[in-house]
Nanobody, 121 residues
């Protein structure tokens, strides 16, 4: 079992930055690919970014490429999402997820409870 706890969400003006963190329990963190997803009101959950277990491979959604950066610190069992140049359309609940293989679908094995990000115009 892996438990995930996100933090770092909040209210920010357009053009601002936030860094989300996701702390994971367990001793096998580096064996999991980690992903960030988001869900806006009335919309389906969508892929944002993912990183492989050792951090050698990353994949981003086109909508965030060049603005968001995913990283991980396996010594701290934590994955991060640095979000720059935020736009109102980035407003959503952001979820981190852990899975055995890197991917852009929602078929990850474990999910956090989510953290709200609100970008004002």
């Amino acid at each position: 079992q892996v438990q995930l706890v996100e933090s770092g969400g909040g209210l920010v003006e357009a053009g601002g930055s936030l860094r989300l963190s996701c702390a994971a329990s367990g001793r096998t963190f580096s064996s999991y690919a980690m992903g960030w997803f988001r869900q806006a009101p009335g919309k389906e959950r969508e892929f944002v970014a993912t990183i492989s277990g050792l951090g050698r491979r990353t994949v981003y959604a086109d909508s965030v490429k060049g603005r968001f950066t995913i990283s991980r610190d396996n010594a701290k069992n934590t994955v991060y999402l640095q979000m720059n140049s935020l736009k109102p359309e980035d407003t959503a609940v952001y979820y981190c997820a852990a899975g055995r293989t890197i991917g852009t679908g929602t078929d990850y094995d474990y999910w956090g409870q989510g953290t709200q990000v609100t970008v004002s115009s």
